[in-house]
Antibody, heavy 120, light 107 residues
Framework: QVQLQESGPGLVKPSETLSLTCTVS?????????WGWIRQPPGKGLEWIGI???????YYSPSLQSRVTISADTSKNQFSLKLRFVTAADTALYYC?????????????WGQGILVTVSS | DIQMTQSPSSLSASVGDRVTITCRAS??????LSWYQQKPGKAPRLLIY???SLQSGVPSRFSGSGSGTDFTLTISSLQPEDFATYYC?????????FGQGAKVGIK
């Protein structure tokens, strides 16, 4: 059974770069699926950030595209999120998730989430 | 971007009630529509994919219907563990987008 686990700093200073890693177990990310990031500001709804395809292609939210990069390290079975020039508005619970790439692209497995606070 | 609008945003119901939540897309998305359940402090859980297919392990009291722009999530007999927030999400085209959520509370 696939499991995903987010890791990274819980506190980032304004204007700096938020860096998170999702470690996947129970499935090789090179074998298929989309691997993505979703965030949820405190008390608010879900916002899709972007995905990376197992073959390396990426898709980003237009509202974040100028600041975000998603990459994968297949040797470690991990994928990562970098969000540059963060502000308080980027404070959120960040989830990594897996989406079916051969069907209807539903997010069928999620990490537990990691809270990232942007503050000086 | 495709906008997803859920209604109602919140509702109160009793155990045993039939509950229906609707989701409308701003343009046709075929049946590239998923439903998720989220409880406080937990990650979302996939309930329904392809608009009407039940994810493995999800109780059969949950069902989904619709295609194109209008979709429905139905809980046939609300159970205590079903009090949560429900989100729809389209994956027809990027950026994938979520509805604003529908909170099901206890009456």
């Amino acid at each position: 059974q696939v499991q995903l686990q987010e890791s990274g700093p819980g506190l980032v200073k304004p204007s700096e770069t938020l860096s998170l890693t999702c470690t996947v177990s129970g499935f090789s990310i090179r074998d298929g699926y989309y691997w993505g990031w979703i965030r949820q500001p405190p008390g608010k709804g879900l916002e899709w950030i972007g995905i990376i395809y197992h073959r390396g292609g990426t898709y980003y939210s237009p509202s974040l595209q100028s600041r975000v990069t998603i990459s994968a390290d297949t040797s470690k079975n991990q994928f990562s999120l970098k969000l540059r020039f963060v502000t308080a508005a980027d404070t959120a619970l960040y989830y990594c998730a897996r989406a079916d790439s051969s069907g209807y692209r539903s997010l069928d497995s999620w990490g537990q989430g990691i809270l990232v606070t942007v503050s000086s | 971007d495709i906008q997803m609008t859920q209604s109602p945003s919140s509702l109160s119901a009793s155990v045993g009630d039939r509950v229906t939540i609707t989701c409308r897309a701003s343009q046709s998305i075929g049946n590239f529509l998923s439903w998720y359940q989220q409880k406080p402090g937990k990650a979302p859980r996939l309930l329904i994919y392809a608009a009407s297919s039940l994810q493995s392990g999800v109780p059969s009291r949950f069902s989904g219907s619709g295609s194109g722009t209008d979709f429905t999530l139905t809980i046939s007999s609300l159970q205590p563990e079903d009090f949560a927030t429900y989100y729809c999400q389209q994956s027809y085209t990027t950026p994938w987008t979520f509805g604003q959520g529908a909170k099901v509370g206890i009456k």
